[in-house]
Every structure is written in C-alpha cells, then in structure tokens.
C-alpha cells in the first residue's frame, strides 16, 4: 500500500504519519476499501479530500492541498476533520452527518466559507459535494469531498454587479446631492464588499459629508464637517485632496457592516475632477477583514471613487447648464423688454420726423426742381424703411412676450392675396422678371388674421426678389390634406444645404449669398415661421444652388386650432385686405432703382483737374447723398457693388475710394483685397463706411489696409474732412516715393560702378558725401560728417599719398578739373583701398573758391584684375613651354599609329582627358616577337602631367627589354612590380601583358589590377578575360599567365578606364556599355573602330585620359602540321624530311630552300624525339618569301644550346647546323615543353610563282 503512495508528494507525507496513533490504526491493517479509496484519492488531478473512520479522519490529495488547505499542511494530514476545519465545522458538519447517516450526497454551489488557511480568517467560496464511501461490509464509513474553489469568480462577480449598478443609478441628470445619495445607497446594496462607506466633498476650507453607507448618524468616524486644519480629523486631509490614495488603520469599534467582527482598514480615495481642477473631496472605503488588499480589491475601490467623481461631474455640469439656461432666459427676456421699449420709443421721434416731411412734401410752395424736395424724399424713404424696421422688431417682442392680439376670421385666401402679390408687378415688369399667382378657391373654411396674413406674402415676395436677377417668380394658393398651402417659387441664387436649417431663426443672415441688397435686420423669415406658427401652421423651404427656392406656408383649415376667445365670427368670408403696409413693396422698388441707374458708371462731376473719388454702395440714397457732399471739390463717379467698382478702377483708377463694408456680390473689404493684390492700384487710399460701430470694427477696417474708418451716421463735415486729409496724405506720400526712388536709382547707378560722390563747402568747412562713398571709405555717415575739411584728409587719406593729393587740391583753380589716383585706408577695418578721384573747384559769382566736389570710385578690384592677368599671363607662358615638353614626351612614348604585323591587323586610338594636351599615365605597346608572335602591353599610371608621363615612359622600356627575353607575361609583370616599387613607392600602376602566338592560336595574357581585356569571337559572343592580380608597386609575385585560346577574325581589345569609368556610375556597368558596343560593331573592319567605339561611349568627349588598342586576328598565308605521333605510333625523322620536302615543294619555294630546310627539320625533329618526349609536332607556315619551320615538343623546360661539335662529343651539332642555314632562329618554353623554330627567306622574282 504504501509504495502506491510515493507516486505523489501528499502520498510521501501520508507514509510517514504514525497511523498507529490514530483510530484507524496501522495501515497494513486497513480495509480494501479504504485502501481503494485513499489511491483513487492520490491519483486524481481534481481537488478532493475525504474523512473516514470514527473520528472522520483527514486525508486530501495534491490539487487540495495545492488549491484549499494551505499553511495547514502536512498538520492535517491523519488529524479528525473536526480539528482540521474547526473554523467551519458548524456550516459542514450538518452536511457531513446527513452522508454518513443516510448514505445520500449533498450538493452545495459557491457557498460562503471562512476559511483560516493563511494566517487570517479568508473570505472565500465553493462549489462541492459530499459522496458516501462504504467499507468492505457495505456499512458508510467515511466521506469523499469533490470540490472547486469559485472564490475569484464570486467575488468579481459581485463587485462587478456593484459597478454596473452603481453607474446605473447615478447617471442621468441628477442634482450633486442625488448623485451621491444614489451612489451610497448602491454601496450599502454590497456590504460584503465594502462594510461602510463615507463621501466628502470640499466645501471652501472644510469637507462636509455629502453621503454614508453602513454607518450609524453620528458615528464618530463620520463628523458632518471637517475643517481642513482639524487636527482631531479622523481622517487624512491632505492627500486625499491633493490627489493621493491613503491606507488607514481602523479603531477598533469601526462600523461592521454584515461581518461579525468591524474592519481593520480603509482607504481615503481622492474624487477626481476634471483634468485641470482639484479633486472634488474624497471616499472613505470601510475594507473587508476578510479579504486581502490587493491589486484587484484596491482596482475595485479606485472605480467606484471613479464613478461617484464622475456622477459629481456629470451633476455640476448640468446644474451649470441649467444655470446657463437660466441666465440666458432671463438675458432673453431682458432682451425682449429692451426691443419692446425702445421700439415704442422710436415711434415717436420717427412720428415727428416723417409728419413734418410729407407735409413739406405736400406743400405747393416746395417747387418740383426744388434740390430740397429731393432731401425731404430721401428722408420720407428711409424714415419709412426704419419704421418697419421697428414695426418688425415690435412684432417680434411682442410674440415672445406673448403680448400679439390676433384676429382670427373667415377669409378667402385666394382673393386676399390676389391684391398683395399685385403690388409687385410693376415692379417685377421694371426688374426684367415675370411674376405669375395661380390661386386656386379653398373648399374648406380658412380663418386667419389678415394682417398677419399680409405679412406673411409680402416678406415672402419681398425676398424672393431680392435674390432673383433672371427668370421669374411664381405664387399659387392650393387646398392639401385640409390645409391651406401657400407656395413662393423664385429663379434666384439659391440656398447652400448648410444654411437651410438656420434659415427661419431669427437675425440670421445667409453668407455669400447673391443679392441685390445685404441690407436687412434678419426678421422677415422668421417673422414668417412665427405668424406661421401662430395661426397653428408652419413654415418650410427647399431650394438649390443656382437653380431657384420654395418657400411653403402651411396653414390648417377651420377653427378648432385656434383659441376660441380670438376667433372672430363673421357670416361672410373677408375678401379685402384693408390698409396693406406700402413699406416692403417701397423697399423691393428700392432695389430695384440702383440696377437701372447704375447699368452705366454715373459720374456726377467730371473734371480732369480735380482728384477723382469714386463712390461705392448698394443703398442709391447713400451713394447719391456722399456724391452730392463731395461734388463741389471733387470728380465724383459711383458704383453699386464692389464688382462694379473693379470694373471702373480698372478702366481709370480714381485717386480715393470710398466704400461701404456690406454689400452685395462683391463687399468692401474684399473690393479692399482686391486692390491690395495689384500692383496698380494697391496705392490707392480707401475709406471705410460701415453701421459697425466701437474701436473693434475700426481696428479691423484699418488692420485691413484702409487709410481711415468712418461709422454711420457721420457728419458731413466730417466726411469731407477726412477725404481731403486722405488726398493730401496720398498726394505727400506720392510726392516722398518719387524722391525716394529717383535717390535709389541715384545710389544704385553708383554702387553698381562703384562710384561715390562729396562735397566739401570751403566756407563752413563741412564735408558730406553719399551712401556709396561711405561704404568704401567704412565709415557711418556721422563719422564722416563730424571729421569736417581739412581733417577728412588727414583721417581718409593713406600716409604716404596724402602729401601728393595736397598737393594736388592746392594746385586746383576755380571751375578746374582734376583727376589723381590714391589710396585710402577704410575706418572700419583698416583695409587699404585703391581709388580713383575726379575733383572741381566750385566758385560764386565773385569767382571766390566756395565749394569742392567731385566723385571718388574704388578701383581695388581693377588693379588687383591687372596684377592678376600679368601674373596669369607669365603662368600661362610658362606652362605653354611645359606643355610643349611635356607633349613631345608623350608623342615619344606612345608607339607609331600604324603596325604592319603577319597575323594581326592593328588599330590603336589615344585621347587625353585635359583637351589640348597628350600628357597623361595611360600607355601601350605593340612588341614583334620572334617566330611570329606578338605582344600586347596596356597600363595606366595613376595622374597626368610630366611625372605619369616620366614613370609610364620607364615601364614601356622595361617592358620592351623583358619582351626581348621571351618571358612569360606574369614573368614580366613580375619585373615590372619591382620596378615600379623602386621608381616610387607611393605610385599605382595598373597592366596587362599578352602575347599572341599564330602558330598555337592563342592568347596568353596576365593582368595586374588593369581593366578586364575582351575577346570578340568570329561569331560576335564579346568574352570578358577577368583573370588576374594586384596592381604593379603592391606586391604582384603569385601572378600567372593565362592561355585563350583565339580564332582566326577574332578581335581581341585592351582599353584602359577612362573609356569606362563615369562620375556617380559603376564601372561594371561601363564595361557592360563597351560590351554591348562590341556586340553590335565587332564584325566591322577594324580600320576606325576604336575611334567610333570612343565617340560611342563618350558622346561628351572624356573626364579622364582614353587608349584603346584593338588586333584582329588574320590567317597565315599557308599552314601544314604534321605530328610525330599517329595512332601510338611514333612516325621517324624520313617521314618528317619527307613531309616537309613535299609540302615545300608543293608551295613552290626554290630547290635550295627546300634541301636547307629539310635538313633543318631533320635536325629540330632528331633532337625533339632523343630529348622531349612522344607529342612531337612539325609545323611549316609561309608567308610570301619567308618560310618558317616550329618544332614543339613535351620535354622539360631546360633548353638546348648551340655549340661547336667535338671528337669527343657530337652533342649540339645539330643546333648549330640549324644556326648556320637559317635566317633567323629561336628556342622559347611553351605551357607543355618548349618550342624550335627556323625562318628563312629568299628574293622572290616577278612571275616566277614564288
């Protein structure tokens, strides 16, 4: 049994308990049963643990002991239940005896359990049941407990539950008091989560309890006010306030809430404001004993803090805005008052004012040309347009005070408002538009006020023609779903989508609109919407940009909307209007006028010998008014709008402007900014008229950019005042530009040649001279000035000059001229100058000396510029005699331009990257060989001028010598290194050295940092060579020759990088330029190439020094080969004579030529077969007369010498008879062994084939 338990860590602890001591007794000796039970116990991953025996002895497993009991394990284990869970017997041990007695589970779901497992009674929850467990005899001996812990889970639950109902009863628009009274009686719902609770808010230099939960009225911990400074405060002040969380330790008789035992903690949690205000007071949070503060409990308290700030919040705002709302009723009332009093207040003055004028008007003694006649008219219009303006605003006082008395009657709508549209048709007619009702009988009773109704169509029409230029506009009267719908549809401008929810709201105004006046206070719409309303209706409109505007009135039919005590009775419908108010129509007409009488510029006064003011406003009684002020003084023109005005000004710009701010199409302010953007016109001074009164509008008018600001109404004095103060102050500012810019041109001719000009007045001893001079001389004006005459000599004046400028000045006669060079020495730096001087003596009329002047002018630069071109003319003198060596230099060391080669034909093309000049480090060479082979060298010394030239000239006669003796080409880059490390040790050398053998085909090459050599097949594939080494002078010893081999009309090209090589280009993609070059012009004839392959590539000629050399190769004449080796056979030295005699033969070549070299051949192949090995090879070329035999063989590279035979030894006779029947002759090693070859020549005679 107990080797089954060590499989876990509590089955290890139970074989230790002293089992003997317990009632179970020994465990050898328990039953299979309970055996059974204790290691299904072990085994499961589920949290158990089960009692058995009479003392319901304590066993558990793993997960329980890990999940549930804590710090008393292993105690536990082996002890009575009762011991183990004495903290809780009384709620499990029912549950325990009702299994044991009656053999029946039980089932308990997160039930609450105090548990003591970790040092302090623990809140905490479960889910579990409790199983029977029987023994071997079937009788219940113990219990098994399955059990889950929700304890997390319950209790986030419930906080949670506690949030979300705690942010439901405070939001809303509660008072400040009502949110925290709903916010404690949430928290009072929780008491397990929080045993009391207690709000403070600051309340000046106190906190006053706002709100409580779970603690008693009067509880000592929980005063009604606190002062600030109380030191006796049972609470923390201080940080709460400023912001911070503070934990406090709890007297001992703290409410308890629902817990048997009272808190030991709670939390003092700051209110937070809004981001920039202090905390609005702070939460005292009672802490449950029976849960540990940690980050989740502390999370839970810092939330509902939250939520109660924000409810404090969300409650101040709206008592704020309700306050607002209280405020701005009453401002609206205070507003209403004002209007109703001060428009009963106008009606009298207005009385008397147009009273007086009609009956001036009416007056038969007041003549029709009168010019007073036309002032009483303009004050009966407008004394007119300003009572119904005060008529409007009566109107609308008297429906927000509800003061209206209407009278509703019986009308027929129809022939009501026939007469009213009928006011508008003339006009209509006069304004180009047609104007059409179409007013179709009711069926229904329609009772309206008439006035009101009047109102209505009038502002209307009224509006609609002051927003249609083209087009017409159309009224109709129609009956729909019982109510009488009015419609006014004009062609206008439209309404923007933006400005039609604002459009019956009282005082607003639509922006940008175009119209024929921007006059207006605002109220007929919404005079409209109001009558509208109070006749039960509505007001509504549809319109679109550039296309036209609805306005709709609806209005239900009969009586019973309307209040019964001003309802009318009448037995006949009305169907006249009664006295209809002329004053809109007045106005429409008004309107109206200025488009006819302004189709031309009107000038009022036209002469061309007084400034011209040009007028600008909408309102023609004002444009009329300010033109007959200023006519008498000035040439008056008026324009109706801003547009209008731009027109003229650009025609003929006048020399003032005066504007109005508001005015339709274009206003002032962006006539203003139009002026200001020309050029032409940006002078011109404008003045403001506006009805904005008070220093903001002035200041904005003149911020604007124009020259004054007038408010109306202005005097006329004052106006002409003001224009003839603008005039002048144009007039003074035109007068000063022109001075100022006749000065500027004066002193920028001299400073662009340097001039300054002086003068001295002889009688008051002064000196002044201009901006110029001063700048030469490095002195302010003021020092100048104050050095007066003689002294500006002696301070200007280099010293050893001054002595012969005296000298010069003293010599001066009256109306003379001089002219001396000198020097001066600048104030302001010291700098010595060179000038050149002109001076004249000035005299009176008695020919007396009274003024010295004259010009001085700074001619530094002048002589510097002529030292500098001798100088400059010396250099280039001596680099011409550089030159001419340096060019000869070049021309001696560059081969000659044509080569006259067996096997090769050669083109070579040289271009120096400085033009002019055939000095530079790029090299090549074209070297003969011996038995026909070429070779090939290319390099490029680092930098141009004699030096390169110097260092490229030695290695091209290096290379030259150690061609000679027939080296490997990395042999002779090998001798070139070193040479170059002893020439200069700082100088890098790039080359390439190939040699081209006809006899082998090939191209064997090595490469010393030089650019890639490229080899053109016969078939055109360009092949780009790119073994090679470190450049010459770094250490080029582990370099090698490289075999290629080349076919007959292959091209082989060597060039060097200033033909590849580009400023911000990579020189692979150069290379890849020449390669595609190639590519298309290898199969060309050679003879041009390189040039045309130059010009290619660099169609703006080169940055850097250019060779390129390009060898074609071209077959022998005639070729035979014969090898020694035939299928493993070695053929014998008469084969070889034999062959040789016949090919010679067949190719002509004299009798004795033939023998000679028979012989020879004998001798190379008798002394290849004893010494080399069995690759023998025989090869006979010709060429014209010449004849050349090569004999190649494997053998080692130690070479044959020619010597005199002896008696003794035979050895090198051959060699010699070799020698003495050749022309010329050679031994040279080969990739394989090494190679003997014999030419001979003969004087070939004309026509006998040879």
Known sequence: ??????????????????????????????????????????????????????????????????????????????????????????DIAPRIDTVMT???????????????????????????????????????????????????????????????????????????????????????????????????????????????????????????????????????????????????????????????????????????GAASEEPYGFLVAGLSRYRPLDETYGGFVDLVAGQIAGSITAARTFEGEKRRAETLARLDQAKTDFFTNVSHEFRTPLTLLLGPTEDALRDPALDPDDP????????????????????????????????????????????????????????????????????????????????????????????AFKFTFEGGIAVTLREEDGEAVLTVVDTGCGISAVELPHLFERFHRVRGAVARTHEGSGVGLALVAELAELHGGSASVESTVDVGTAMTVRIPLGRGHLPSAEVVESPEPRTDIGAAPAGIVSEVWRWIQPAIDSATPQTVVADSSRPRVLVVDDNDDMRSYVAGLLSDLYSVSSAADGLDALEQIQQSPPDLVISDVTMPRLDGFGLLARLQAEPRTTSIPVIMLSARAGEEGTVEGLEAGAADY?????????????????????????????????????????????????????RLRTVTGSDELLRVLGYTRREFEELGYPGVLTGVIHPDDLERVEGELAALEVNDVTAYDMRVVRRADGVERHVSVRAALVGDEDGEAVVLQGSLQDVTEQRAAEQALAAA????????????????????????????????????????????????????????????????????????????????????????????????????????????????????????????????????????????????????????????????????????????????????????????????????????RLERELDRRGRESIVGLPEAVVDALLPDGPDDDVAILMARV?????????????????????????????????????????????????????????????????????????????????????????????????????????????????????????????????????????
């Open 1 to 90: 049994m107990e080797r089954s338990w060590s499989s876990s860590e509590v089955g290890r602890d139970l074989s230790v308990v002293d089992w003997a001591a317990t009632t179970l007794g020994p465990s050898e000796g328990w039953s299979q049963s309970l055996k059974t039970a204790v290691r299904i116990l072990l085994s499961s991953k589920f949290s158990m643990w089960m009692a058995w025996g009479p003392e319901l002895t304590f066993f558990c497993n793993d997960s329980y002991r890990r999940d549930t009991l804590g710090k008393k394990y292993p105690w536990a284990l082996g002890r009575p239940a009762s011991e183990v869970w004495s903290e809780i017997w009384d």
């Open 102 to 272: 009656t053999g029946e589970a039980t089932w308990d779901e997160s039930l609450q359990l105090l548990l003591e497992r970790s040092g302090f009674v623990e809140e905490t929850y479960h889910t579990f049941s409790y199983s029977p467990l029987a023994d071997d005899d079937g009788h219940v001996e113990g219990m098994l407990c399955v059990v889950s812990e929700v304890t997390d889970q319950a209790i986030s639950t419930r906080r949670m539950t506690t949030l979300r109902d705690l942010a439901a009863r405070t939001s809303g628009h509660l008072t400040e008091t009502e949110a925290v009274a709903a916010a404690v009686e949430q928290i009072e719902t929780d008491p397990l989560s929080l045993p009391f609770a207690l709000v403070y808010l600051r309340d000046g230099d106190t906190v006053r309890l706002a709100g409580t939960a779970g603690t008693p009225e009067g509880h000592r911990l929980a005063p009604v006010r606190i002062a600030l400074d109380d030191p006796a405060s049972p609470w923390p002040l201080a940080e709460p306030l400023a912001g911070r969380t503070v934990l406090v330790d709890l007297p001992d008789d703290a409410p308890p809430g629902p817990w048997d035992r009272p808190p030991t903690q709670a939390v003092a949690v700051p209110l937070a």
């Open 372 to 463: 007073q006649r036309g002032r009483f008219e303009v004050i009966e219009r407008n004394g007119q347009r300003l009572l119904q303006l005060v008529n409007s605003l009566l109107d609308f006082s008297r429906l927000e005070a509800g003061g209206i008395t209407s009278h509703f009657e019986p009308v027929d709508l129809g022939r009501v408002t026939e007469p009213l549209v009928a006011m508008f048709e003339s006009a209509a007619t006069q304004a180009g538009l047609t104007l059409t009702a179409d007013l179709e009988p009711l069926r229904g009773e329609a009772y309206v006020d008439v006035e009101h109704w009047a109102k209505i169509v009038l502002n209307l029409l009224s509006n």
């Open 710 to 762: 007038l408010v109306k109404p202005f005097a006329a004095r004052e106006l002409l005042a003001r224009v003839r103060v603008n005039l002048e102050l144009d007039r003074v500012r035109r007068i000063r530009a022109t001075l100022e810019r006749s000065e500027a041109l004066l002193d920028q001719a001299q400073r662009l040649a340097k001039v300054g000009s002086w003068e001295v007045d002889l």
């Open 873 to 1072: 003319r010396a250099r280039e003198e001596a680099a011409q005699r550089e030159h001419s060596i340096a060019e000869e230099l070049q021309r001696s060391l560059l081969p000659a331009d044509t080569f006259d080669l067996e096997h090769l034909d050669v083109a070579t093309f040289y271009r120096a990257g400085v033009e002019g000049t055939y000095v530079g480090g790029d090299w090549y060479d074209i070297i003969e060989l011996a038995d026909g082979r070429t070779a090939f060298v290319m390099g490029d010394v680092m930098g141009r001028g004699v030096r390169a030239a110097s260092v490229m000239g030695q290695l091209r006669s290096a290379a030259r010598a150690y061609a000679s003796l027939d080296l490997a080409p990395h042999e002779v880059l090998t001798h070139l290194d070193k040479l170059v490390e002893e020439l200069s040790g700082d100088q890098i050398v790039t080359c390439v050295y190939g040699i081209f053998d006809p006899a082998e085909e090939t191209l064997c090459y090595a490469n010393a940092g030089h650019l890639p050599p490229l080899l053109v097949g016969r078939e055109g594939i360009v092949r780009r060579l790119t073994e090679g080494g470190p450049p010459l002078g770094t250490g080029y010893a582990d370099g090698r020759s490289e075999p290629v081999a080349v076919d007959t009309g292959s091209l082989i090209v060597f060039y060097t990088d200033g033909l590849v090589e580009h400023r911000g280009e990579n020189i692979d993609d150069g290379i890849r």
């Open 1114 to 1250: 071209g077959p022998a004449d005639l070729v035979a080969t014969l090898s020694m080796l035939r299928e493993g056979v070695t053929l014998s030295v008469a084969d070889a004579r034999a062959f040789v005699m016949s090919q010679l033969d067949a190719w002509d070549v004299p009798e004795d030529v033939v023998r000679d070299l028979a012989l020879v051949s004998s001798e190379l192949v008798t002394n290849a077969l004893v010494h080399g090995g069995d690759h023998v090879r025989l090869r006979l070329e010709r060429t014209g007369a010449r004849v050349v035999v090569l004999v190649d063989d494997d053998a080692e590279e130690r070479l044959p010498t020619s010597r005199d035979p002896s008696d003794d030894d035979e050895s090198g006779r051959g060699l010699h008879i070799v020698e003495a029947l050749s022309d010329e002759w050679g031994i040279r090693p080969t990739g394989r062994g090494k190679s003997i070859w014999s030419a001979r020549t003969w004087r070939s005679t004309e026509g006998d084939g040879r």
